[in-house]
C-alpha cells in the first residue's frame, strides 16, 4: 500500500505539470499569434500589396495606343481629305468621324508601321459626327481598349491621339475643361460632349480621347472652335450601341468598294521615312523590341535574329536623335542619316555615347522598311 500510494502521488504530481506545461504553450502561442497579426509587414499590408496596379507612366500609355491609331485618306471628288481613327474591335473596324469619311469614293488607312490597306465604309451617321471603317486585313489584330461605363469630369486629365496636319502619329495632353457642350457644325448635331484643352487640329479628327490614368478611350476628338485651344471629343458611351449595330451588320455604300483605292509602292516622301526611322527608336526607348524589329527588311532580318537584335540594346536605356537628314537614291530608296545619342548602361552606372548612323527606307511589299542601316561611334 505504501508503493502504492508513493505511485499515485508522483503520477499526480506529473499529470499535474503536464497540464502546467501545456497551458503555458498555449498561452505562449496565443499571445505571439495575436502579436504577429497585430504588428505591420515589412513587405506592407496585404491590401497594399494585392491592391490596385500603379498607373502606367505617360510614355508607355502614348506607344502602346499609338500602334492602334490610324491616319485615313479619303478620295473624293473635291481631292483628298485626311484624318484620324482607332482600332475598336477583332473585326479590323475602325471608328472615325462621318466628316472624314463623307462622299468618299476610296478610303486608304495608314498604320502607325506606315503598312496600307485598303478600308470600306459600313456606317456613317447623317446626324451625329462618327462613322465606321472595316480592315478586313486588320481581322483579328487586338483593338483599343474602349472605357464603357466612365463619364469623364472636369479636371481629369487626357490625352489626344492622332494625325493632325499629316504628321502622323501625335500625342497631346490636357484636361477635360468642359462638359455637356451642344452646338451645331456642318450638319451635325454635338450633344452632350467634352470640351477639351487639347487642340483638335485639322487631320486629327476621329482620334481617340484616352483617360490618362487608364489608358482607355473615353471619346472621339471630332471639332474645334476656330483658332482657339479648344476642342470637342464625343463620349464613347454615346454611340458605342451605334457602333456594335454596324459592327454586326454592316451596311453596304454605293462607293464603298474601294475599287479605286490603291495600297502599292506610292511615291516614298522624305517625312515618312523620317517618320519611320523615329518610330523605330521610339519603340526602343520604350522597350518594345518586337515592334522595332518588325521595322527592319526580310534581309536585315535574316541576318540578324531576333534574339541577338534585342540583346543589342537591352544596355540601351534611351536615345535621342539629332541632325536627321533624308534625301532619295537612284533606285526611288531615301537615305536617312542622323546623329544619336544613346544612354548606355544601366540605372546605376550609365554613359552618354554618339553615333553617326544611316538607314536605307524603302517599300517591301507594300510596307515601309528599314531596308537596311550602319552604325558608327564618334571619336
Known amino acids: 500500500m505504501k508503493i502504492n500510494k508513493i505511485f499515485i502521488v508522483s503520477l499526480l504530481t506529473t499529470i499535474t505539470f503536464l497540464v502546467i506545461g501545456i497551458t503555458a504553450c ?35 500609355i502614348i506607344h502602346e495606343n499609338q500602334k492602334l491609331v490610324v491616319s485615313l485618306e479619303v478620295k473624293n471628288s473635291s481631292g483628298n481629305i485626311t484624318g484620324s481613327g482607332f482600332l475598336y474591335d477583332t473585326k479590323g473596324d475602325i471608328v472615325t468621324n462621318a466628316h472624314v469619311v463623307k462622299d468618299g469614293s476610296a478610303i486608304i488607312v495608314k498604320m502607325a508601321d506606315t503598312a496600307t490597306y485598303k478600308g470600306k465604309l459600313i456606317g456613317k451617321s447623317e446626324l451625329t459626327d462618327i462613322a465606321l471603317v472595316r480592315v478586313d486585313n486588320l481581322k483579328g489584330k487586338s483593338p483599343m481598349k474602349i472605357s464603357k461605363n466612365k463619364k469623364a469630369d472636369i479636371g481629369d486629365e487626357i490625352i489626344a491621339l492622332g494625325s493632325p496636319l ?47 490614368s487608364t489608358g482607355q478611350v473615353i471619346g472621339i476628338n471630332s471639332a474645334k472652335v476656330d483658332d482657339e485651344s479648344i476642342g470637342f471629343s464625343i463620349p464613347i458611351t454615346q454611340v ?50 518586337v515592334t522595332a524589329y518588325s521595322l527592319l527588311g526580310a ?22 536623335i539629332d541632325n536627321m537628314i533624308c534625301h532619295g537614291t537612284e533606285n526611288g ?10 544612354v548606355e548602361g544601366n540605372t546605376s552606372n550609365s554613359k552618354v555615347s554618339k553615333y553617326n548612323v544611316v538607314y536605307t527606307i524603302g517599300y517591301e511589299n507594300n510596307n515601309l522598311k528599314i531596308l537596311s542601316g550602319k552604325s558608327t561611334p564618334q571619336e
Request: aromatic share 10%.
Open 299 to 320: 534581309n536585315w532580318q535574316q541576318s540578324t535574329t531576333y534574339e541577338d537584335f534585342r540583346k543589342g540594346y537591352l544596355q540601351t536605356l534611351s536615345v535621342k
Open 333 to 342: 530608296n531615301i537615305e536617312v542619316s542622323a546623329v544619336i545619342q544613346a
Open 240 to 289: 458605342i450601341p451605334m457602333i456594335d449595330n454596324w459592327a454586326a451588320n454592316p451596311n453596304t455604300y454605293k462607293f464603298s468598294s474601294q475599287n479605286t483605292a490603291s495600297t502599292g509602292d506610292s511615291k516614298l516622301s522624305t517625312e515618312d521615312a523620317a517618320y519611320l526611322v523615329s518610330y523605330f527608336y521610339n519603340s526602343l526607348n520604350s522597350n518594345d523590341y
Open 166 to 212: 499629316g504628321l502622323q502619329n501625335t500625342a497631346t495632353t490636357g484636361i477635360i475643361s468642359g462638359l455637356n457642350r451642344n452646338f451645331n457644325l456642318e450638319n451635325y448635331q454635338y450633344k452632350n460632349v467634352y470640351q477639351i484643352s487639347a487642340p483638335v487640329s485639322p487631320g486629327n479628327s476621329g482620334g481617340p480621347l484616352l483617360d490618362r
Open 26 to 60: 498555449f498561452a505562449i502561442h496565443k499571445n505571439i499569434s495575436l502579436k504577429s497579426s497585430r504588428g505591420s509587414s515589412k513587405l506592407g499590408n496585404v491590401s497594399e500589396v494585392l491592391g490596385t496596379p500603379k498607373s502606367k507612366d505617360l510614355k508607355t
